[in-house]
């Protein structure tokens, strides 16, 4: 099969003929239809999220289901599915408690072991899995729901219980940032998007945004004035947006500052949900504020294949249009150019999804 090879931290990626993978007992093997180009796929090429060299990335993707192993018990071959980009093992006290997200034995494709930058991908535990893809999402709409857009829900729904009315601060305006201020929006918050960039902004206000607050407090709305409300930094601008501070704030980042910053933008009893990230390591919190706020702080990481139907049904009803989200759609030989160009900060232009097939 062709796949996209990694074999040196940062080297440019090469497509190339490998051999097919062999199906595991509780697994499947899925024919990728098509794969989104993430930015942990760009952390793991470069290393800052060590894999194993050489490696096969790709963690967002959806396809048909081409073998099945003795022990799969729901699915066939011929299936349209998709995965969570965390495969929880399916037997541990987690994933019994529908939490396979944070499994101590995970696998995921494209960090673990090999990923979907290839035409075929395998999925291990695959009865604990697999998600069902309703005929009417395609195989490059679904690519967005495993990683970026799935963590957005979760953080925002399961996290954040954003209510309608209640402000949500998306600090970060990329893949997930931008699904989570659509889904955020699409649940009748009001959501405040904080960015550098100016086209990101604008790109969170056509996707349901209120209000948007460049990186240094600036509100968008004031773009080509003198950034006369800036002194007071993001904080005091979602402050005054929002008459007192967010109800919910997530750092869809990822970077000690804005990890910072998001908790400092939230009104008392808010909830900060980290969502980026943070692969430097531990991170200074403003804990003070924790205390005197009574603050609550969550991380997010991805949502278990049992969480999925009821995002999926909302995807199906038109009241969440992850399509909206998706950029460039390029070919497997795309994917090494589309990883080189994340060495500059980008999300505007969408999320890149690879197809593959259908
Ligand atoms: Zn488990
Ligand atoms: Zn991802």
Redesign the pocket.
Known sequence: MKAVIYSAYGATPVLTEVPAPACPADGVVIMVGAT?V????WHAWKGHDPVTLPHVGG??FAGVVAAAGPGVTRWRPGDRVTAP?ACGCGRCEFCLAGDAQVCPRQTQPGFTGPGSFAELVVVHAADANLVTLPADVSFVTAACL???FATAFRAVTAHGRVRPGDWLAVHGCGGVGLSAVMIGAALGARVVAVDVSAAALARARELGAEAAIGADGASADDAGADGSDADGGVAAAVAEVTGGGAHVSIDALGSPAVAAESLRCLRRRGRHVQVGLLPGGPVPLPVDLVIARELEVYGSHGMAARDYPAMMRMVTDGTLRPALLTGDVIGLEGVPQALAAMDSPGGAAGMVVAKLTG
């Not at 993430?38 to 796929?41: G, Q």
Request: net charge neutral; charged share 35%.
């Open positions: 989104g993430c930015r942990s796929d963690h967002e980009f495993g990683c970026r």
